[in-house]
């Protein structure tokens, strides 16, 4: 295959087969159910993680599966001509689970295209991502201009436990000069984005006991306190009248320049027309520089269960999404301290942490994250939107304490209405394509200013 760069990114799409060996290599990816957060998918992670190799092997790698130490995953490796720098392109093949079956409109675990989207688990977040490595590596034929390393995990939608342990048993496996991380977001179908800065992610569930025992509602209610009520009202202590955030300390003071249109916002989150959006400021600094606070869980008394009584006990798990300047840890203590401070009634309060996240910022200003910038700018036709992303990627963070000399470029196959995690997920094929075409023109740049 040609080096000419024009040549090469116009063959990705025109190539039949290229085109065809993305989608059935996605069609493969997303028919294992591998959930991570799912004891009973342990196997199904090994057999993704299994297919993985395989599929970086046929592609021309040497590839090996590895859990030692985290969730099984792979690392594979294709050399570059001598003197060239080492890319390594990170997804994962983790999934979350998907929920009640009924609420999507494909099965979950097959690739189905409707209009210009493929639905399915993990097209967007992240099996996308490793068949948009795979085809890029193809699409040189097996031959890239630098040397590239594929590094896929599958423990992220866990948190990555084990992912300090991880990079530093296999750290030379690992090392590179550029790490490629696809696993962020995108501005918006046809408008590229590289993040420059990612919330941390943390939190802890809270116990509230107010009995020793349930009692009837009609005989003590009125003046013995319920759980639930009680609990009812430490949550709603963490927001402000307005929707913000109420635990002090964790401002982060950075702005951003890009500025969503409220109306397309709100359609691509499916806000209800009655529903005020919540917070103060820009949109992008709430979604990207403030902290968000959300209750994920209740262990609760279904309504057709529920009886006449007072609940002794209740509990409830809060997420609490880091500003990218503010310590995750230190977060966690100001989220906790609040609680603290404002039980009801005397309440008994339980606290248990959950796993700390780091936060991160992602500079764009190396010669690598540059050439990052022209890339993705030549196939879009559209610089790339320097954003941030409310989500956490602790990947970001693992690598750039475990490699403090390389340069890190966070990309994404997804855009707003992917709807990453929740029912009807989907990618949008056009992009997918166009993001093969970006990092293969950015490997291409690579390779040049080696010569």
């Known amino acids: 295959m040609t080096s000419n760069a024009n040549d090469l ?3 990705i799409p025109a190539d039949p087969a ?5 989608m059935a290599d996605l069609a493969q990816l997303v028919a294992i159910p591998s959930i991570g957060a799912l004891s009973r998918h342990r196997d199904d ?4 993680a299994r297919l993985v190799a395989a599929l970086a092997r046929a592609a021309g790698a040497t590839a090996e599966v590895v859990d030692q130490v985290a969730a099984p ?31 999507w409109r494909t099965d979950p675990f097959q690739t189905v295209l409707v209009g210009e989207r493929v639905f399915g688990r993990g097209t967007a977040d992240d099996k996308g991502a490793i068949a948009l490595h795979l085809a890029c590596l193809r699409a040189w034929g097996g031959r890239p201009p630098v040397g590239v390393k594929l590094f896929v995990e599958g423990e992220e939608e866990i948190g990555s436990p084990n992912l300090a342990a991880f990079l530093e048993r296999h750290r030379q496996q690992l090392a590179a000069d550029v790490f490629v991380v696809a696993d962020s977001g995108n501005w918006a179908v046809g408008q590229p984005g590289l993040t420059v800065a990612l919330r ?21 209610g009125g003046v013995v306190p319920d759980a639930w009520t009680a609990l009812i009202r430490l949550l709603a202590s963490l927001h402000q009248a307005d929707g913000a955030v109420a635990v002090a300390g964790l401002e982060s003071g950075l702005k951003f320049e890009a500025q969503h249109d409220e109306a397309r916002f709100r359609a691509e989150a499916g806000v209800l027309e009655s529903v005020a959006l919540i917070g103060r400021g820009s949109i992008a600094d709430r979604l990207w520089a403030g902290p968000a606070i959300t209750v994920i869980g209740l262990d609760a008394v279904g309504v057709a269960e529920a009886s006449n009584t007072l609940a002794p006990v209740a509990r409830a798990n809060i997420s609490l999404r880091v500003p990218p300047t503010v310590d995750a840890t230190a977060a966690q203590d100001r989220l906790i301290e609040h609680l603290r401070a404002h039980v009801p009634w005397g309440a008994e309060l339980t606290i248990t942490r959950s796993v700390c996240g780091a936060p991160a910022l992602i500079g764009l200003d190396s010669p690598a ?17 320097p954003m941030g992303q409310g989500g956490s990627i602790p990947m970001v963070n693992g690598l750039a304490e475990a490699f403090p000399g390389s340069t890190i470029i966070a990309s994404a196959v997804c855009d707003p209405d992917s709807r990453m995690h929740a029912p009807d997920e989907s990618v949008h094929l056009g992009d997918l394509v166009r993001q093969v075409r970006a990092q293969s023109r950015f490997l291409e740049l690579l390779g040049e200013d080696a010569d």
């Open 9 to 11: 990114t116009a063959t």
């Open 18 to 22: 290229l085109a065809d060996q993305l």
């Open 45 to 48: 992670l090994a057999r993704s």
């Open 73 to 103: 995953a792979v690392l594979a490796h294709w050399p570059g001509p001598e003197g060239s720098p080492t890319v390594c392109l990170y997804a994962h093949h983790d999934v979350q689970p998907v929920g009640d079956p009924a609420l």
């Open 200 to 220: 941390g992610v943390t939190g802890c569930v809270v116990e509230l006991r107010t009995l020793d025992h349930g009692v009837h509602s009609g005989q003590f």
């Open 369 to 385: 994250a540059r050439r990052a910038v022209q890339a993705w700018g030549e196939v879009f036709g559209t610089p790339p939107v």
